[in-house]
């Protein structure tokens, strides 16, 4: 099934209070920090065996030619904008999958 978004007109929702969403496009600096989310997270993941390394979380997550930056998502919380989550987008030309979200345990 696919959503012609086009054709919706959807309010966009806001995050929650002290949250703030960013792309990775906006903050690239922020990706190496998106590690222990990533691998904390991926315990959490049905047939996912063991943390990943640093290699393999950045092969599978954010070097994938589908993962355009301007489609990963990272939620920053507080003053310090600590990233607390991230969602992708996998983008096959015409067509967009969601791939992944991800939030802290604390």
Do not use: C, N
């Amino acid at each position: 099934m696919a959503l012609d978004l086009a054709q919706v007109e959807a309010a966009f929702p806001a995050p929650p209070r002290g949250i703030t969403i960013v792309s990775r496009a906006e903050r690239p600096e922020l990706t190496d920090q998106l590690y222990e989310i990533g691998s904390e997270g991926a315990a959490d993941i049905p047939g996912v065996s063991g943390r990943p390394t640093y290699e393999q979380w950045r092969a599978t997550d954010v070097d994938r030619p589908t993962r355009k930056p301007e489609f990963f998502f990272i939620a920053l919380a507080g003053d310090d904008e600590q990233p607390v989550g991230y969602a992708v987008l996998d983008d096959y030309g015409r067509d967009a999958y969601h791939r992944l979200t991800i939030v802290t345990r604390s």
